[in-house]
């Protein structure tokens, strides 16, 4: 079965630029998604269609998906950046990354 | 705008099946959009379960398919979710999502706020 594999973790600095890789076999040559999801709360789309964003989300939230590795980066993280991120992919059927924690500290 | 509300049991027993719907507001069910299933089990990660087009057309997740009927009420403009034989391991939070793009293969832009089930004698 197809996977998509995330890092457990990141940590970044306020005001400093986070990138959370999703890695899988030929990824680049399939759409991408990325989520985030805050304690208690639904997932949100942040990005779809490798590079494109939602209505509302902020400007430093970006993708991009080549090879086999996608990536989400947030430009000037901020405290309220601070959430699980998964990314997903349809391939027979739809998969998810594992989850990253993104810490803001 | 588009709203999604689960709604059913918190508690199922083990063996027995597990039934969710799903109601959407703000939008026809029959819009062109897909409708999906999702569940996240206590401190884990996002596991799909399935999606439906209004006109019964659905994906399933091989690993539930067996298991798993989605079904959708156009006329009550809501969709619905059975889980049969349900053990301890579906214990989790049951979110309904849209997928806008009419293919039902591509991502989820609108999610329900999610219902526990806890599986359990």
């Known amino acids: 079965s197809y996977e998509l594999t995330q890092p457990p973790s990141v940590s970044v600095s306020p005001g400093q630029t986070a990138s959370i890789a999703c890695s899988g076999d030929?990824?680049?040559?399939?759409?991408v998604c990325w989520y985030r999801q805050k304690p208690g709360q639904s997932p949100v789309l942040v990005i779809y269609h490798d590079t494109r964003r939602p209505s509302g989300i902020p400007e430093r939230f970006s993708g991009s998906n080549s090879g086999n590795t996608a990536t989400l980066t947030i430009s000037g993280t901020q405290a309220m950046d601070e959430a699980y991120y998964y990314c997903q992919t349809w391939h027979i059927t739809m998969v998810f990354g594992g989850g990253t924690n993104l810490t803001v500290l | 705008q588009v709203q999604l509300q689960e709604s059913g049991p918190g508690l199922v027993k083990p063996s027995e099946t597990l039934s969710l719907t799903c109601a959407v507001s703000g939008s026809s069910i029959s819009s062109g959009s897909y409708w999906a299933w999702i569940r996240q089990s206590p401190g884990k990660g996002l596991d799909w379960i399935g999606s439906?087009?209004?006109?019964?057309?659905?994906y399933h997740n091989p690993s539930l398919k067996s298991r798993v009927t989605i079904s959708v009420d156009t006329s009550k403009n809501q969709f619905s979710l059975n889980l049969r034989s349900v053990t301890a391991a579906d214990t989790a939070q049951y979110f309904c999502?849209?997928?806008?793009?009419?293919?039902?293969?591509?991502?989820?832009?609108?999610w329900g706020q999610g219902t526990l089930v806890t599986v359990s004698s």
């Open positions: 439906i087009y209004h006109s019964g057309h659905t």
């Open positions: 030929n990824l680049g040559e399939k759409h």
């Open positions: 999502a849209r997928d806008p793009t009419g293919t039902g293969t591509a991502y989820f832009d609108i």
